[in-house]
């Protein structure tokens, strides 16, 4: 089956402490997006990469860093320079770099500061 | 920069009544615009979209939503909810030259009771 995948489901942090989160995709997709989400304010984007080996910082991006050394695969670290890094991540792709192309979800991370 | 505004955050509605989530977007040369749904605790899914042609488009699960140019709204509608159709409901917009990316509203809690 192909589709994207996200571990840990789960996650739990000390402050101070850097995370990073997985995301994984077989639908052989350019593009991939980093997205936060908290209640009442809808998604907003963290990162995105259109091409292995480049990313473009969103609208959230302090705190955060990513790599795109596989077309496969976009982790995202959530570092200790995050403030408020308590929320629901997802991670989507998509098959284009222009607009008009739907993207397609994994089914998340809950990261959970101690 | 493209906005999207959901103006309800919660839709209460009875079973087998019908419902309309409200979807405006700040105008734009050329948009695309979709509805995606959430189940708690899950990534989102695809409900319908709107790249061209007929500005109503359908999903296989009854919802309909139609694309209003002078009104800059992409609302969306069901004749007859469900149980199951209890969830979470975002509209998003992109623009033809914005790298594919999504600009999502605050969501829409719908919440069907029996």
């Known amino acids: 089956d192909g589709g994207i995948t996200q571990s840990p489901k789960y996650l739990f942090r000390k402050e101070g402490q850097n995370v990073t989160l997985s995301c994984e995709q077989n639908l052989n997709h350019d593009a991939m997006y980093w997205y936060r989400q908290d209640p009442g304010q809808g998604l907003r984007l963290i990162y995105y990469s259109q091409i292995v080996n480049d990313f473009q910082k969103g609208d959230i991006a302090e705190g955060y860093s990513v790599s795109r050394e596989k077309k496969e695969s976009f982790p995202l670290t959530v570092t200790s320079a995050q403030k408020n890094p308590t929320a629901f991540y997802l991670c989507?792709?998509?098959?284009?770099?222009?607009?008009?192309?739907?993207?397609?979800f994994g089914p998340g991370t809950r990261l959970t500061v101690l | 920069a493209q906005s999207v505004t959901q103006l309800d955050s919660q839709v209460p509605v009875f079973e087998e009544a019908p419902v309309e989530l409200r979807c405006n977007y700040s105008s734009s040369v050329s948009v695309y615009l979709f509805w995606y749904v959430q189940y708690p605790n899950q990534g989102l899914q695809l409900l319908l979209k709107?790249?061209?042609?007929?500005?109503l488009v359908e999903s296989i699960n009854g919802f309909e939503a139609e694309f209003n140019k002078s009104q800059t709204s992409f609302h969306l509608r069901k004749p007859s909810v469900h149980i199951s159709d209890t969830a979470e409901y975002f509209c998003a917009v992109s623009d033809w030259n914005q790298g594919g990316k999504l600009i999502f509203g605050q969501g829409t809690e719908l919440s069907v009771k029996p």
């Open positions: 709107y790249l061209s042609g007929s500005t």
């Open positions: 989507a792709s998509s098959i284009g770099r222009t607009g008009g192309h739907e993207q397609f």
